[in-house]
């Protein structure tokens, strides 16, 4: 399995260009929609997996905020605090991302892209998880949330692979393209 880190400020197409790359692969490659697993279990197939290490963070504040799921900057505030103080109390972050790649490894995910934002997180991921890269994607011109560590520490980091979203969204999908191609995702 492939794994990558990325990261980005805010509103710079992460997402959009790791979902670009689900579709490119799923139309690539037509999916099995199950597997058996070593245990001889059923389980789902994921080809391409997308996930942030602020997930639980979110499922905190839909749960227990009444968050409605939008990424105003107060929210993105909020999100960055509770994850700094769980990750200095129970590491909560980081074992989720963990317990999701070693899911991923039984189920034979082809890819895993794993958001994260603080430097010093990404460097404890790519010491965990073996042969990870990073990624930054650039949008130039965005304006992006500022009142928080993560947004601010975005540029602290040296990556392995940029994206540069400068343009409109077929740019963007040639540019997934290419990383597909370039990575081996897609033959």
Known sequence: MKVYIINGHSRAGKDTFVDLIKDIYNDKYPKEEYRLNSMKR???????????????????????????????????????????????????????????YKQDLEIKTKALFIHCREPEEIKKLLNTIP?????????????????????????????????????DLEHLKELAYNFCVEEKLIL
Do not use: H
Not at 150 to 162: E, G, P, R, S, T
């Open 131 to 167: 042969d990870s890269k990073t990624i930054l994607v650039k949008r130039p011109n965005n304006d992006y949330c500022k009142n928080n560590a993560a947004d601010l520490n975005v540029d602290n980091f040296k990556y392995n692979i940029i994206i540069n979203n400068n343009s």
């Open 42 to 100: 059923i389980v789902p197939i994921i080809n391409i997996d997308n996930i942030s290490t602020i997930d639980p963070i979110k499922n905190i504040m839909r749960t227990y905020c009444n968050w409605n799921g939008q990424k105003e900057d107060k929210d993105r505030k909020l999100m960055c605090e509770l994850k700094e103080l769980l990750t200095n109390y129970c590491d909560l972050s980081y074992n989720y991302v963990i317990n999701i």
